[in-house]
């Protein structure tokens, strides 16, 4: 069987895409519509455009997809930076009814929906817009979408045919993530069920950043796959690797940093980093370093161990000043406004940015000007470990990751990428990516399935299936929260958890709210769980303060009701809000465009230590969630305005039932300690679950606590050098027997 990889010419008949029910366009209106969308954007914009490698490919994609009686898939397997991601759905615009793209990060959504509508002339949420989870900026005449791909699974859950869109665009393919690869397997059934039913053809596209694609012409068969592969545009990048193996690689990304903006000619620098915690590290360090002219800093390390630099002392030297360097965040959890930033151009007197991402800025997005990389070689993802428990790890990256991030340096001019470790070390990376859904847990893409329909999992067309052990663990989960009955079928209780946007345990955390009447309360802590690390300890001679300041919302309990106080205490000194017409995305607006709010708000966070970014994403899941609740649509009909007030009891016991499946008991031992306690290991819990000996996390305000807690629950578990458990809350053994009496009893 051949595969096809040359454009199907257009067929003379009417193709599905075409039908009654969506409009079609004369040569007249289609040459109107290209005319307005070059006179209605910059020239600038435009020339930009046409200069992208996919312009040239624009007719073959357009006929590919429109011009497809046979209703093949079509995969594009095209570089990052070549425009894939922002033209080619454009493109069908002239052609059809309502187009979706997702991409597996928020971040990625939502920039791109915004150059879209900026090439568009139009502001995001007009004819462009975009869907993350808790943020619709979409309108009834937006006809393109970007959405996050757990965001088009919702939407399916209610509408399987996905009967409000005409062309399903899935983009960064390549990375196998849990939810692209069910998506695929989702628009792939609804594909089948509307051809089934006459109805119009679902018309699906693939995007890869690779050309690695054997796994999709296998999925969908080498005679149903149509492939266009565009070449990019790529300057030639050198690499240099350290002659030995790195011991600490934040020092070293530190110092790798400041080598390169003291000794290397002009050009913005793109440093990948695993997580917001090391990027807002790096940047309070590298701004401190930057201010203090470190000489130290700038050569102990990279002079001696980064192979082969170039010293290019003479032309340089003079920039190593704060002054005209812009430093920029990158990383999920950002709001949609200051991810933007990144893509701006370098404001006047400031010629360097030094962006600092996660793996986002892989293949999701493309950054401008960047002409050096720094790459660490890690990323943090979930993984399960071998006792079924799920962990969020430091690991190495794959081989394919490491050319993508090198990649980023050659996209506008010939760039360096410096590699913090060896050669060797990089020829024993694997060479791609194991697929997600070989290590995480499944408990919410099975809930998500059933919620569908889909009553057995193992039906469901994977494009590699997952292990019989992880969907075994999964369903033994969902049935321990009740969300399964004794046949595995979903109950009641089952689907109202389904309609909730989180993780199966925050969501039974907060469906249990209603029995201890404590929604209000828990509405925050689950916003707060899902949002980012709130209290933050600077690794500097202001730790000690940092500390000293947290005491003033710590709670005995633990994080859960310092987390409660924290929230809100800022609401009621730093961001109160009169009620204000319009419901809560007005009273939003209030405070975030009102500049004085705004300073008190970001004044109140330094002063107390606290994230701002992850209280205002913070704020925005509480209000979506509240919404989501309280609307009879979902089902839920839940009274938020239900509080505990100040009955501890009553909160901790919900703590206790929603998190029972993520409790841990003090592990003591026998002997005599030194200071003649019984039990020298009395920061160790074994986790009921797994029965993982794991240590409570240096973050944690139950850290240190003596006497230690017997009884904890806690949110996630982190493992490095050993696993520690963060998010820890103290509970009392008998609790779990009477909030989960068939698990405990």
């Known amino acids: 069987m051949s595969m096809e ?6 067929s003379p008949e009417r193709t599905p895409i075409q039908s009654s029910k969506k409009r079609k366009l004369t040569n007249e209106k289609q040459s109107r519509h290209y005319k307005d969308e070059s006179t209605s954007d910059h020239a600038e914009i435009q020339e930009l455009r046409r200069n992208l490698p996919v312009y040239g490919f624009r007719k073959r994609l357009v006929e590919s997809i429109n011009a497809n009686p046979e209703n093949k898939v079509l995969l594009v397997a095209a570089e990052t930076g070549s425009g894939k ?5 454009a493109y069908m615009l002239p052609y059809t009814g309502r187009v979706v793209v997702t991409q597996p990060r928020r971040v990625a959504a939502v ?92 018309q699906l596209v693939l995007m890869s950043a690779t050309l690695e694609i054997n796994k999709f012409q296998e999925f969908f068969g080498h005679d149903n796959i149509i492939v266009v592969e565009i070449p990019g545009r790529q300057y030639p990048v050198q690499t240099l690797y350290t002659k030995s193996p790195v011991e600490d690689y934040m020092e ?53 161990q980064v192979q082969s630099l170039r010293d290019v002392q003479n032309t340089s030297s003079s920039h190593s000043v704060v002054n005209g360097v812009s430093i920029c965040p990158l990383f999920a959890a950002l709001p949609p406004e200051q991810q933007l930033l990144v893509f701006e151009e370098k404001p006047p007197g400031c010629f360097r940015k030094i962006v600092l991402a996660t793996n986002i800025a892989e293949t999701s997005v493309t950054i401008p000007d960047i002409k050096y990389v720094v790459d660490t070689g890690k990323h943090k993802c979930r993984q399960v470990l071998s006792t079924g428990m799920e ?31 060896t050669e060797e070390a990089f020829t024993k990376l694997p060479e791609a990516s194991l697929p997600e859904i070989l290590r995480v847990s499944l408990s919410q893409v099975v809930l998500q399935l059933k919620g569908m329909g889909i009553e057995d999992p193992r039906e469901f067309d994977f494009v590699t299936p997952p292990e019989t052990d992880g969907l075994r663990r999964a369903v033994e989960l969902l049935y321990a929260l009740q969300a399964l009955d004794e046949k595995l079928k ?117 002063q107390n230590f606290v994230s701002s970014r992850s209280l205002v994403r913070a704020y925005d899941i509480r209000q979506q969630l509240e919404q989501l609740c309280s609307s009879s649509r979902s089902g839920l009909n839940i009274d938020t305005t239900i509080s505990c007030g100040k009955d501890q009891i009553k909160f901790l016991k919900c703590v206790a039932a929603g998190l029972f499946l993520q409790a841990a008991g003090r592990q003591v031992s026998p002997e005599i300690s030194g200071s003649g306690r019984v039990g020298s ?32 629950v806690y949110s996630e578990l982190i493992a490095t050098k050993r696993i520690y458990i963060r998010g820890v809350t103290q509970i009392k053994e008998e609790w779990l027997k009477e909030v989960a009496p068939s698990f405990y009893g």
Request: glycine content about 6%; proline content about 4%.
């Open 490 to 606: 979903l109950t009641d209780y089952g689907k109202k958890l389904a309609n909730l946007p989180l993780d199966p345990m925050y969501g039974h955390l907060l469906l249990q709210s209603t029995v201890y009447s404590c929604t209000r309360e828990m509405l925050t802590v689950v916003a707060v769980l899902s949002s980012d690390h709130l209290l933050f300890r600077p690794n500097n001679e202001l730790a000690a303060k940092a500390v000293a300041v947290h005491r003033r919302f710590a709670s005995h309990e633990g994080d859960f009701p310092t987390y409660l106080n924290v929230y809100n205490a800022w609401q009621n000194e730093a961001i109160y809000v009169p009620a204000a017409a319009g419901g809560i995305k007005a009273q939003t607006k209030v405070w975030r465009r009102d500049s004085t709010k705004r300073l008190l708000h970001l004044d109140w966070c330094r």
């Open 85 to 89: 991601s922002t033209q080619i759905p």
């Open 5 to 10: 990889k040359e454009a199907m010419r257009p």
């Open 391 to 421: 962990t969020l790890q430091i690991h190495d990256i794959s081989q394919a990751q490491a050319a993508q991030r090198s990649g980023r340096a050659g996209r506008v001019q010939a760039g360096l990428c410096f590699r913090l470790f």
């Open 111 to 202: 920039t791109l929906a915004s150059r879209v509508a900026l090439e568009h002339g139009c502001k995001a949420g007009q004819r462009v817009g975009y869907r993350v989870r808790f943020d619709d900026c979409t309108s009834t005449e937006t006809q393109l979408i970007y959405a996050t791909d757990g965001m088009l699974l919702r939407e399916a859950m209610a509408d399987p045919l996905l009967q409000a869109y005409s062309v399903v665009f899935l983009d960064e393919c390549h990375e196998r993530s849990l939810q692209t690869d069910i998506l695929i397997g989702v628009v792939h059934g609804a594909r089948k069920a509307r051809k089934a039913k006459q109805m119009e053809a679902l």
């Open 681 to 712: 290991s009395h920061g160790k819990y074994v986790t009921t679950m797994g029965k993982e000996s794991v240590s409570i996390h240096p973050t944690s305000l139950m850290f240190g606590r003596q006497p230690p807690p017997s009884w904890v």
């Open 252 to 304: 070293a990304t530190l110092a790798t940093i400041v080598q390169i903006h003291t000794h290397e000619l002009p050009g913005d620098i793109l440093v990948f980093l695993t997580g917001q915690d090391e990027i807002e590290n790096i940047a309070r360090l590298l701004r401190q370093a930057l201010q203090e002219g470190n000489e130290q800093s700038k050569q102990q390390w990279t002079g001696d």
